[in-house]
């Protein structure tokens, strides 16, 4: 039955109004980045579709869906090129996700043989894919003209479309999604990986599924049969083909504001993705920490010989990540007095700790008087006498 599914549709739907509703009474004017994103919009829905912001990162994908939309859209309700209406294209690929979760939950469930799916099974998927939707990273966004929930569908629905085994559509998709965000071609990527790694299980012997040398086998059965892969993955390899010429011929992989977007390789981003996938996945290995079974396999797994000198090497490496990647802005640098306010801004405060040591240079949350005493004593001659400054300090941070 589809009564679970619709409903929670329906539900998710009234609630998401409601909130882009509140949103655009209380945020009337661009947030952020909104202000280009409406801005190149707009030129498009008044047919100037060769104006171009030179401070937009992204392929415009969004700008030409929702001109197109809005346009349709116009015909019947007048113009709806505001601010309202584009949040409103944002809130529905937002709003659709869920479907897409939903249907790619339950493909998954009815591929594992002997399950059996009834009702309460139908309403654990049901849970599941909305618990997803409303991942906080995505769901903030579901209110404001960006990219993301645009960019997210477009992904999910490759996906979809590739496991339903649609390898042309999936692929056509994809580059949709990658005209949304450039880096969804590392999705596309994934994608092509996944169906690779199904046409191994289906062919090969693949019985021992959790044994360490399944990687090494995979990569060598791939290495015997390239022009099957080549065949069955054509798309995804044309599209990725096509990104990498974009890529020489552009110069950088976003195609406004390149020396603010460089490519750099940041390790601690690793780190960042394993402690929030961590703290995701807690709920779910929750059963796993109170079954007597569970808590035995894991106890031989730490008591291998190779457990103890592998996580020393791990946290090693995660000690020079951080090292390497943790440095003080340059006013900081410049400003010895500074740097010791903001470390012990951080230390000190107790209830405002996140918000004082993000925010403290700028004096957000300083009352008037501390930030009249603080104003006085950063711009005093006799403080930067002893350090060098290089005008850097008195002028970015008040």
């Given amino acids: 039955?589809?009564?679970?599914?619709?409903?929670?549709?329906?539900?998710l739907g009234v609630a998401e109004a409601a909130l882009l509703a509140l949103t655009n009474r209380l945020v009337r004017e661009?947030?952020?980045?909104?202000?280009?994103?409406?801005?190149?919009?707009?030129?498009?829905?008044?047919?100037?579709?060769?104006?171009?912001?030179?401070?937009?990162?992204?392929?415009?994908?969004?700008?030409l869906v929702s001109t197109t939309v809005l346009r349709v859209a116009g015909v019947l309700f007048g113009d709806l090129c505001?601010?309202?209406?584009?949040?409103?294209?944002?809130?529905?690929?937002?709003?659709?996700?869920?479907?897409?979760?939903?249907?790619?939950?339950?493909?998954?469930?009815?591929?594992?043989?002997?399950?059996?799916?009834?009702?309460?099974?139908?309403?654990?998927?049901?849970?599941?894919?909305?618990?997803?939707?409303?991942l906080p990273l995505l769901f903030f966004f579901h209110f404001l003209y960006y990219t993301d929930t645009g960019s997210t569908f477009l992904v999910l629905a490759s996906l979809l479309l590739a496991r339903c085994d649609c390898t042309i559509s999936s692929a056509l998709v994809?580059?949709?999604?990658?005209?949304?965000?450039?880096?969804?071609?590392?999705?596309?990527?994934?994608?092509?990986?996944?169906k690779a790694v199904a046409m191994y299980h289906k062919n090969a012997n693949t019985q021992d599924k959790e044994s360490l040398a399944e990687p090494f086998r995979f990569v060598l059965w791939c290495?015997?049969?390239?022009?099957?892969?080549?065949?069955?993955?054509?798309?995804?390899?044309?599209?990725?083909?096509?990104?990498?010429?974009?890529?020489?011929?552009?110069?950088?992989?976003?195609?406004?504001?390149?020396?603010?977007?460089?490519?750099?390789f940041h390790g601690t981003q690793f780190l960042y993705f394993s402690g929030v996938a961590l703290l995701s996945l807690v709920p779910a290995m929750l059963p796993q920490f109170l079954d007597k079974k569970s808590i035995r396999s894991a106890v031989?797994?730490?008591?291998?010989?190779?457990?103890?000198?592998?996580?020393?090497?791990m946290t090693v490496l995660c000690l020079l990540l951080v090292k390497r990647n943790t440095y003080l802005p340059t006013h900081f640098h410049c400003c010895p007095p500074?740097?010791?306010?903001?470390?012990?801004?951080?230390?000190?405060?107790?209830?405002?700790?996140?918000?004082t040591f993000g925010r403290t240079c700028w004096g957000s949350t300083l009352s008037p008087d501390m930030h009249s005493f603080l104003r006085t004593w950063l711009e005093s001659p006799a403080l930067w006498a002893s350090h060098d400054t290089r005008g850097c300090c008195g002028k970015f941070c008040l």
């Fill in 30 to 63: 661009p947030y952020m980045d909104e202000i280009f994103h409406v801005r190149q919009t707009r030129l498009y829905c008044e047919g100037d579709f060769k104006a171009w912001d030179p401070k937009i990162t992204t392929l415009p994908g969004l700008y």
């Fill in 338 to 355: 500074l740097a010791g306010l903001y470390t012990r801004s951080f230390w000190q405060t107790t209830d405002t700790t996140f918000s």
């Fill in 223 to 264: 290495l015997a049969h390239i022009p099957v892969l080549l065949r069955r993955l054509v798309p995804y390899l044309i599209l990725v083909g096509a990104f990498v010429v974009f890529i020489f011929l552009n110069g950088s992989i976003v195609v406004g504001d390149k020396t603010h977007h460089q490519v750099k």
């Fill in 174 to 194: 994809g580059a949709a999604s990658v005209v949304f965000r450039q880096n969804n071609i590392v999705w596309v990527v994934y994608i092509a990986g996944e």
């Fill in 82 to 134: 505001h601010l309202g209406a584009l949040r409103a294209v944002a809130c529905v690929f937002g709003w659709l996700c869920f479907p897409l979760l939903y249907t790619l939950l339950k493909h998954a469930y009815c591929e594992v043989p002997g399950r059996k799916y009834d009702s309460s099974a139908e309403w654990s998927i049901v849970f599941q894919a909305l618990t997803l939707s409303l």
């Fill in 300 to 313: 031989k797994r730490i008591t291998c010989w190779w457990f103890i000198p592998v996580l020393l090497a």
């Fill in 1 to 11: 039955t589809m009564r679970p599914l619709l409903a929670a549709c329906a539900a």
